[in-house]
Structure formats: structure tokens, C-alpha cells
């Protein structure tokens, strides 16, 4: 169990902020539970909404390290975007590393990841507010460690190479 929801990325990226600021007006005003915004070069107005909430905080411009914490650390990550572009690093990162994911469809369309209740979808600010005390009470269990575990095959490392190798390899 975390005791924070957060949202990340790069903050500098018109996307990602209009994202932060949807979810700050919508969703994370609207909640008692403290939230982490993290990322790099969060503009002035981003900064600004922020400000107005106790239980929000602004982490800018993170290092490595400190990101890889945070990422592991959080009870719950909130993904939210405007549009499908395919697999975003940001849901990789917490796939791999994450506990409870609540995103909008948008996140994971074309990016092949399943859903196996070891994600949440949420499409609407209520959704993702019932979503989100729901989940702030349940822990991040074994049976959701290997169902997260399931979705992510595709996209591990060692299993890809071993995969090449067996092309490389004469019989």
C-alpha cells in the first residue's frame, strides 16, 4: 500500500499538461487523497493550479531516480490522454513498476496491452473518482502482481531477446 496517487511525464509536452490540468480540475480537486504531480518543466499555469490544493503536490523536474521511486511507490497511477498514439513509455514504466493503473481507453488503444483486471479503465471524471476510493482501500495483492505480470510478457526484455536468439540460432 502507497499513501499517494500520482501522474507523470513531461510536463513540457502540451499533452501531458493539458492532461495534469484536466485531471487537477476533474478528478484530483474532487478527492481527498494526496497526489503527486511529477515531470519535467511544468509550465507556469500548471504550477499555479497546483498551488490552489493542499493535497496536491508538484515534484518538477525529477531526477531518475527520484521518478523510479515515485513510480514505485504510488498506490495509484492516474493515465490520461486526449488521444491514441500507441504504447506510451509512461504506462510501460508503470506496468513494470507500478501498483494500482486507472487510465482512460485512450492510453492503452493500439499499445497491446490487455486488460486483465490489473487495470482500471475509467473514461469519465466520475468513473475515475469511484475508481480511485475504490482502490485507495485494497492492496496491491499477489493475485494482481500475476495478472500484471501476464499483460507484460509481450513487452519484457529478456523474453524479446530470447525470442531473437531462437531466430539467430541454426537448427
Partial sequence: MG??????GNLSVAENSEAAKWLIQNVFSKTSA?????????DEDLEKEIEKFDHIDLIANPSEAKMSELIS????????????????????????SGRH????????????????GSINI??????MLLKIE????????????TARKEITQPF???????KL???????
Avoid: W, Y
Fill in 34 to 42: 494526496r497526489v503527486i504531480i511529477a515531470g519535467l518543466q511544468p
Fill in 122 to 127: 475509467a473514461n469519465t471524471s466520475e468513473e
Fill in 165 to 171: 536468439l531462437s531466430f539467430l540460432r541454426p537448427n
Fill in 73 to 96: 511507490t504510488a498506490h495509484i497511477h492516474v493515465l490520461h490522454t486526449a488521444q491514441a498514439t500507441g504504447l506510451k513509455l509512461k504506462l510501460l514504466n508503470v506496468l513494470f
Fill in 101 to 116: 493503473i486507472i487510465c482512460n481507453q485512450h492510453m492503452i488503444e493500439g499499445s497491446g496491452v490487455l486488460v486483465n
Fill in 134 to 145: 475504490e482502490l485507495r482501500q485494497i492492496s496491491f495483492t499477489d493475485t494482481l502482481i
Fill in 156 to 162: 519484457n526484455n529478456q523474453t524479446n531477446a530470447q
Fill in 3 to 8: 499513501n499517494f496517487m500520482l501522474f507523470h
